[in-house]
């Protein structure tokens, strides 16, 4: 999803007010992902989450600190602070699909095939069967992928495009 | 569930810098000695000068420092572990540096007015950077996630090591003082101006930290011949997500135990065999309470007998790096035999009931210790270590 054409208002039955764009389109992708793939057949703690990006939450960390420059620490909102963690987008997904498995938010600084190893990882490990990976930049896109355990997958009759060797 | 782990995974060499000290026995040392660091005033006093800089007019300067202050904090913890590790980095084909911090090169934000990529992108240069400056030639990756950033690198350095996608790999967690860091968590009524005192009657938040650092991680095997330490064995690791609230932990716990369930059989480990445990220990009204109840829960027959400590009475809460900062405390534990006390507890809060080290260090040997790591965001991050029997 481009940001260009994402507006808060497409991210259903959530409270925006005090969330960023980058959370909000990260939420709005992980969803879209999540209901295309059926993932509420999953059990919550066999589905993880992998937050990548280049940017992180750039413009929320902006808007903080020059918060903190123009009025000292006074000048923070205590409920958009939380905004310049990757962990606040991280929590926001999983809060707001129920999803409890194994999360991470990598800062990239190469291919989203990082992340994608990573998610790939925890399904070899055995920490979940499913992974939602997410690519987030500010002010630019999000690009999403759901991987799946392949057996769980075919036993959900659920077809894929690819499969990862 | 949990996969097993074929050939174990060690920790070769250890690498830290801290206001605690710069090697192990340094570190330990002053846990020991119940050494309260960098007091509230002096925090303050850093983290001011930092915003006065930052406000000023040379924000090239201001910049430079924080990153400075970073990159050195960090690049001398990982050249501590190296030179721990006594090893030769050319024999291995598939070197991997993962490193965990919170809130890495925030603050180098602060006074740039400019927006153009090299900004936007700045955040994520951090441990590109520090592989540079210490001439390793490897892999790089760079995990965000608050608190739990440093456990979950190296959980994530034994999973790439298990799945042979590396042949060694450099671990840890790493962060300094930080303006914005400070500023928020003021804001959010977290900081205890007397400093932490985890499962006190009379806590009231956290005290805030800097430091690095750093484990070497390889598999047993490749330490055959070789004469290299091993401060302990790799067993386990499990990780979960509250999925309930961006600053506050879900008080039944039970995405916590899901994880310390997942680390247990990971390791192939009763849970009767825990012995030590280092908590996350913030000496927040709710970490605390709620983490105690875990512990309660989780081990209803030995919660009486396990030991409870927690480092962040000394060192204040580092942020990424303080999961790190607990396995360090774990290798000091089963290297000396002694189990370093909470250095600011005064009085226990009478509502929790586990077995915690107060006023003395306890000399006991435990085979199994336990590390935890509640992130901000809700991600939970349990170690397992194991003494290794020579």
Known sequence: MDTNKFTKDMLMNFDTRVVDNFSCISMYVAQRLFLASRASQILPNQIGITLATDTGPYQSVKKVQSKIIEKGFVGINPSEFPNIMLSSCLCRISTYLNICGPSIAFYLTGPLSEAIKYAKIQIKMKRCLANIILHTNEDRKCFGIFLEKRANAIGRGMPFRFELK | ?390
């Open chain 2, 1 to 390: 569930m949990m996969s097993d782990m074929k050939e174990k995974i060690v920790i070769s060499a250890v690498g830290t810098l801290s206001a605690a000290g710069k090697s192990l026995d340094q570190y330990f040392n002053t846990l020991l000695n119940k050494a309260c660091l960098l007091k509230e005033e002096k925090i303050l006093n850093i983290v001011n000068a930092k915003y006065q800089k930052a406000i000023g007019i040379d924000y090239d300067h201001s910049m430079d420092e924080y990153y400075s202050r970073i990159i050195y904090i960090a690049v001398s913890a990982l050249k501590n572990a190296l030179k721990d590790w006594n090893g030769d980095v050319t024999k291995f084909k598939k070197i991997g540096l993962v490193i965990g911090s919170g809130l890495g090169l925030t603050d180098c934000l602060m006074s740039r007015t400019d927006r153009n990529t090299s900004s936007e992108n700045l955040l994520s240069i951090l441990v590109q950077d520090i592989s540079r400056k210490c001439e390793l030639n490897c892999e790089t990756i760079y995990i965000s996630n608050a608190c739990a950033a440093g456990s979950q690198a190296i959980s994530y350095g034994m999973d790439l090591l298990a799945c042979n996608e590396n042949d060694l790999i450099i671990a840890g967690g790493i962060d300094v003082l930080s303006v914005t860091a400070y500023a928020g968590f003021s804001r959010l009524m977290s900081i205890d101006i007397n400093g932490c005192k985890p499962f006190d009657k009379n806590r009231r938040g956290i005290s805030v930290g800097e430091g690095a650092t750093f484990f070497i991680l390889e598999k047993e095997s490749s330490l055959k011949n070789e004469k290299r330490k091993m401060y302990c064995e790799l067993c386990g690791a499990g990780i979960s997500n509250d999925a309930f609230h961006i600053v506050q932990m879900r008080s039944d716990g039970e995405a916590i135990m899901d994880a310390v369930d997942d680390a247990l059989k990971m390791a192939k480990i009763n849970k009767n065999d825990i012995e030590t445990i280092i908590a996350h220990g913030t000496g927040t009204l709710q970490n605390d309470k709620i983490e105690s109840q875990i512990i309660k829960s989780f081990f209803p027959q030995t919660y009486q007998s396990i030991f409870v400590t927690a480092p962040k009475s000394v060192i204040g809460h580092i942020g990424g790096a303080s999961g790190a900062f607990g396995m360090l405390t774990a290798i000091a534990i089963l290297k000396n035999g002694k189990i370093p006390p909470i250095a600011s507890l005064d009085e226990i809060d009478p509502s929790i009931s586990i077995r915690l080290v107060k006023n003395k260090y306890v000399r006991y040997q435990p085979k199994v210790i336990m590390v935890n790591a509640f992130g901000f965001g809700g991600t939970n991050v349990i170690l397992l270590c194991k003494k290794i029997d020579k």
